[in-house]
């Protein structure tokens, strides 16, 4: 499997390698694997605050990708080109690294559900793109199939179907940035993730909603319930503290916001404590 997977991802680096010309300032050019701890931090800010056109920052991180993946740093590419993806949403960038995204899910992680998701994304929002996958039935309805079977009548709470759901989620939010249903997905996605005992997943689903969907109705909600999550989950009273002043400044007219002022009166005090404070 290795070798196969390091010649088709040669075959990328000679590809991308043709589709621009070298030059002092191009960073993505300049990397290799001995300068790969120095220069990939340099290239994931460059692409961050990319002011050229979409179609240099795709080749460009076409050929850093390829670099990436010849020696098998797999998460480091996904996680450039999902900062891509999500900094910069227009066609050249998601076609280009939403195809290698998906590429990388099927051919390393034989995970054709997630590429095929990814692809169905890409050709619904940009139908002009050409790109093809497998199947009629909408994203929405592929998830909530998914969440369905997380817990079973027989075995219980399911772990592996659990994560692909998480995976799922984060997958379909970051292709789909307009989608009114993905903050609620986010939400059930921090939930599981709770009960998969990743509190700094949790965390970070609940952000993905108010920063990357900050007009929606579930933005409040998710904010509030990070505050909670530090607060009851994970014990961290001075970050929950921050988080539900935050949470009160930002939506004061939220439903959630009494709760958020009872939960700061009562941070850190035991069920004894609570108990007195009530008068019982």
């Known amino acids: 499997m290795k070798n196969s997977v390091l010649l088709y991802f040669s075959f990328f680096i000679f590809l991308f390698s043709c589709k621009s010309e070298t030059s002092s300032s191009d960073l993505a050019s300049q990397l290799t694997v001995e300068n790969m701890g120095e220069l ?22 076409e ?29 050249d960038v998601v076609v280009s690294n939403g195809g290698l995204l998906a590429n990388i899910y099927e051919t390393v992680f034989r995970k054709n ?17 050409g790109v093809k996958y497998n199947g009629d039935t909408s994203l929405e309805d592929q998830i ?3 969440g369905k ?3 079973d009548t027989e075995n219980g709470f399911n772990r592996q179907i659990a994560q692909e759901f998480v995976t799922t989620v984060e997958n379909f939010a970051l292709m789909n ?40 109705k579930k933005a409040g909600d998710a904010k509030f319930y990070e505050a909670f999550t530090y607060d009851s989950n994970l014990k961290d009273y001075k970050k929950a503290e921050v988080a539900y002043k935050a949470f009160i400044a930002e939506y004061p007219e939220h439903e959630f916001v009494d709760q958020a002022n009872v939960m700061l009166q009562n941070l850190g005090k035991s069920d004894e404590e609570l108990l007195k404070s009530l008068g019982k």
Do not use: C
């Open 113 to 129: 559900s997630q590429a095929n998701m990814i692809r169905q994304s890409i050709a619904t929002n940009f139908p002009e793109s």
């Open 144 to 146: 909530s199939a998914i």
């Open 40 to 61: 990939l931090p340099k290239i994931q800010d460059q692409f961050q605050n990319w002011t050229g056109s979409s179609a240099d920052l795709a080749a460009k991180s």
């Open 177 to 216: 940035p307009k989608s009114e249903t993905a903050p609620k997905f986010l939400i059930d996605a921090a939930t599981i993730s709770g009960n998969l005992g990743s509190g700094g997943k949790t965390l970070e689903l609940f952000r993905t909603v108010y920063q990357r969907f900050p007009n929606h």
């Open 63 to 91: 050929k850093v990708v390829g670099v990436l993946t010849q020696n098998q740093k797999f998460g480091e590419a996904m996680a450039l080109l999902s900062q891509n993806i999500s900094g910069h949403y227009n066609q």
């Open 149 to 151: 079977q997380i817990f």
